[in-house]
């Protein structure tokens, strides 16, 4: 085991998957020469050629329709947006042909599109997004959002693997923060499974990506008035593991739903209202969320941490709950 | 000529509790004519559940009054009308409905004095107030709101909610609160489920209710909280006894084709099908055939009617797991299924019952039952019949017993044979014994010439 942070785990994984097989190839903006925005290609060039490791034009429709068609043909492409953001300009791809083209004929896409995403560094409202609510609303799409080193080392190799498109989601704000231990051989965490970050009896936060550390500070802070607060990391957005969120509900009868994207149509109304639904007779408060406003991202850093939900923020929605 | 000066209300009889369907007027404490105010008592009623005043739903004048002393109507039925002009009363179509009946609240119940007022905010003007104030139905004694969580293991466990202190927000009880008062195990406070003077002339003898009520432990014992799945068995065996005139009658079945026909099908149904042929489904199978003779068996006697059916809906009993209770999952009609179907049938029912992912049609509508504890190596019982069914057959263990039998010469010989006892528990008000008997002897028949796939 060796201690990697989340960014050096998302190396790895790629390096990891590039040895191993040939299929595999990455493409984006930057990502050769430079080694990539972030750095999470550096040195790949060197080790795989420029074949393999394409810095294309800045022009998201043609990197995810070229990775499409490779897809077809038998390849494995990784494309990296620079950021999550400039999918937009990708939608059309993503959306109308890879997501469909299972369903229209049978073919699989095995593709996997980076995004750095997420906000806390004062990016503004085109470097700061989490649009994977946009995304996990599309049939044909898997979204992950791994936040830990060990987990984003491990769905990345799932999502090569995996027949469908798949959005994997990486937050910008945990790339050099966050470190762990990672294992150094190969191994997957399967799409569509939650982990419980920290256990508890008394109320369960539903998060996933930067905002599980928000959730696990703010337990902690409950912690010391006498609330067990449960944190399940969720991973995967799509699919999303039901199954675990509904078990938690039903254990600690008291729901937070908190996520770093705005709050309308945010993918925590999706598990608010399947708790709703399949929970009911087990609630015991209602289901709260946590979202940001539905605001673009601000650029002024008073104004992005009134955005972003605060370690403040879930204390307080936490003792409200606790209190209820 | 009278000028309407006020709005037409009208007083209905009110829904005093989801089974209460109708109620009787006692006695009018206003005469037409008089003047009342909004939650005055206007007049007094008597259901079988409860006797209440009901109070004005307005101001103004008792107008006219429809219902008389001792006539006992339907619930939204009008009473009387306050305000409005009494010419316009019974025309339906012109006393427009105000907001279709509102039902007052128990009179026993004081209503929270006055919720607090919400402080006017600057910019929003405070609305007029509404005409005719609006009593608000409380759920429960005190009126304290009960989560969902808390509404079922109140309910799971016998338990009046009212009678619990609450710690959570404005005196709530939370699912902490209740679970605290579950696990004392000490007064679950029942809630004498709303029968006080249960006076009601005439009313049919009911199966008694186990009611919840505190156990102290003694040395020595355990004692914990009978669950809903317990208490709804309890209630169902009891009222099985008391409502049918049980019978049993036996039969030994030599089952030597049965375990050759399934020897010969286990290998193909599990590498074909994914499906074991168990000896339940053979006797299912058979049963099935025979309850086409046999129409009271699959009967049943509904009021002073006997009803018969052209289809089989046939009940499994399942029992869930470490002794946790007993389901009775229905295969419907299994008149058209082979010993495959009926196999299949009885594997998926199984594993849905221990999974808990039955639907609530799938344990409906059974209209005979099998029971099968000769899994255990039992080999008589006396089964409970599934009511409103007729009859349950109870399938033992098979054993190998010394069994004379008869070569074509006539000699007599003693044989080693795979034997089952198979019982049919019927109820004597419908089936008699003799054909119970015939039932039992065509189902041996059917079970000991045995062919094939038996399709």
């Known amino acids: 085991m060796a201690e990697l942070t989340y960014l050096q785990a998302i190396s790895d994984a790629l390096r990891t998957e590039m040895r191993r097989d040939k299929r595999v190839f990455l493409i984006g903006e930057d990502v050769g020469v430079y080694g990539g925005a972030f750095k999470v290609s550096l040195g790949f060039q060197e080790e795989f050629g420029p074949w393999r490791v394409i810095d294309a034009p800045l022009a998201e429709t043609a990197i995810v329709g070229a990775c499409t068609g490779a897809s077809m043909m038998g390849l494995r492409p990784v494309a990296e947006m620079q950021f999550a953001d400039f999918v937009s300009c990708a939608w059309d791809q993503l959306v109308t042909v890879a997501a469909k083209q299972r369903w229209r004929v049978g073919t699989p896409v095995p593709i996997v599109v980076r995004l750095p995403s997420g906000g806390g560094f004062s990016g503004g409202p085109f470097h700061s997004q989490n649009p994977e609510s946009s995304f996990a609303h599309v049939p044909g799409l898997k979204c992950v959002c791994p936040a830990t080193p060990e987990d984003a080392k491990g769905l990345l190799i799932s999502a090569i693997e995996d027949p469908s498109p798949v959005l994997y989601f990486e937050h910008k704000h945990l790339y050099r923060r966050i470190k762990g231990e990672v294992p150094e051989e190969r191994y997957t965490v399967p799409i569509g499974k939650a982990r419980t970050h920290r256990l508890g009896k008394d109320i369960s936060v539903i998060t996933w990506g930067a905002m599980v550390y928000t959730a696990g500070e703010a337990a902690q802070q409950l912690e010391n008035d006498g609330v067990s607060v449960e944190v399940i990391d969720l991973r995967s957005v799509m699919p999303w593991d039901k199954a675990a969120v509904l078990d938690s509900a039903r254990k600690t009868s008291k729901v937070l739903v908190l996520h770093e994207d705005t709050r309308t149509g945010g993918f925590g109304a999706e598990i608010a209202a399947t708790i709703a639904e399949e929970a009911f007779e087990d609630l015991d408060a209602p289901v709260k969320r946590i979202a940001a406003p539905d605001t673009p991202v601000p650029f002024s850093p008073p104004l992005e941490k009134a955005f972003i939900p605060q370690v403040e923020d879930v204390v307080a929605g936490l003792r409200d709950l606790a209190g209820y | ?455």
């Open chain 2, 1 to 455: 000529m009278i000028v309407a000066t006020e709005t037409a209300v009208d007083v209905v009889m009110p829904q005093m509790g989801v089974s209460v369907s109708e109620g009787t007027v006692t006695k009018w404490l206003k005469r037409e004519g008089e003047q009342i105010e909004a939650d005055e008592p206007l007049l007094e009623i008597s259901t079988d559940k409860v006797d209440t005043e009901v109070p004005s739903p307005a101001s103004g004048t008792v107008v006219q009054i429809l219902v008389q002393e001792g006539e006992t109507v339907d619930v939204g039925t009008k009473l009387a009308q306050i305000g409005g002009s009494a010419g316009t009363a019974p025309a339906p179509a012109s006393a427009p409905e105000p907001e279709a009946a509102p039902a007052p609240p128990p009179v026993s119940v004081p209503v929270p004095a006055q919720a607090p007022v919400p402080e006017p905010v600057a910019e929003a003007p405070a609305p007029a107030p509404a005409a005719a104030p609006e009593p608000v139905a409380e759920p429960s004694g005190n009126g304290k709101f009960v989560s969902p969580v808390v509404a079922r293991i109140a309910s799971e466990h016998g338990i009046d909610p009212d009678q619990i202190p609450g710690t959570g927000r404005g005196g709530r009880v939370t699912k902490q609160d209740i679970l605290a008062v579950v696990e004392s195990g000490a007064s679950p406070t029942a809630a004498a489920p709303s029968a006080p003077q249960a006076e009601a002339p005439a009313a049919p003898p009911q199966a008694p209710r186990l009611q919840p009520q505190a156990a102290a432990a003694q040395t020595g014992e355990q004692v914990e909280p009978v669950s809903a799945m317990r208490r709804g068995i309890a209630e169902h065996m009891r009222r099985s006894l008391d409502t049918a005139a049980h019978v049993t009658s036996a039969i030994e079945v030599d089952m030597s084709k049965i375990v050759a026909a399934r020897a010969a099908l286990k290998k193909e149904f599990q590498s074909a099908y994914g499906v074991n042929p168990t000896y339940l489904a053979f006797v299912a199978r058979a049963a099935t055939d025979t309850l086409k003779d046999y129409p009271y068996v699959n009967g049943e006697l509904r009021g002073d009617s006997i009803v018969t059916r052209n289809y089989v809906n046939l009940g499994i009993a399942v029992e869930l797991a470490d002794g946790k209770g007993l389901i009775v999952p229905v295969i419907r009609n299994a008149e058209g299924l082979n010993l495959l179907g009926v196999a299949r049938g009885i594997a998926d029912l199984a594993s849905r019952a221990r999974d808990k992912k039955l639907l609530p049609d799938d344990v409906q509508g059974g209209t005979f039952t099998i029971t099968n504890p000769g899994g255990y190596g039992t080999f008589h019982g006396t089964p409970v019949i599934n009511q409103p069914q007729s009859a349950i057959l109870g399938t033992y263990a098979l054993v190998k017993r010394p069994w004379v039998v008869t070569d074509e010469d006539g000699n007599d010989a003693i044989a080693i044979k795979p034997i089952m006892n198979i019982t049919l528990t019927y109820d004597h008000r419908l089936v008699d014994g003799a054909y119970a008997g015939r039932f039992l002897r065509d189902l041996r028949e059917r079970l000991e010439n045995w062919e094939g796939d038996g399709t």
